[in-house]
């Protein structure tokens, strides 16, 4: 992990690179698919970490879960 941080296979923080992972690739499969440039641009601003999903809705902001 960053910083050196050694963790199990099985831990969360492994999980969710996976997930995120899996999701980022979803997003520029569907990118590939759209014509759209509306969609594109939100997908594209999502997939870059521009924005960060809460329970009280969209706020801006980076990603930093990798630096944690």
């Given amino acids: 992990l960053y910083g050196g941080k050694r963790v199990s296979k099985d831990d969360i923080q492994i999980e ?3 997930t995120v992972d899996e ?4 997003i520029g499969l569907l990118m590939t698919q759209l014509n759209n ?3 594109f641009e939100i997908l594209k601003e999502i997939q870059e ?3 960060i999903w809460t329970e009280q809705g969209k706020h801006e902001g980076g990603v930093t879960h990798a630096t944690k």
């Fill in 23 to 26: 999701l980022n690739a979803h």
């Fill in 16 to 18: 969710a690179y996976g």
């Fill in 37 to 39: 440039s509306v969609w």
């Fill in 49 to 51: 970490g521009k924005y």
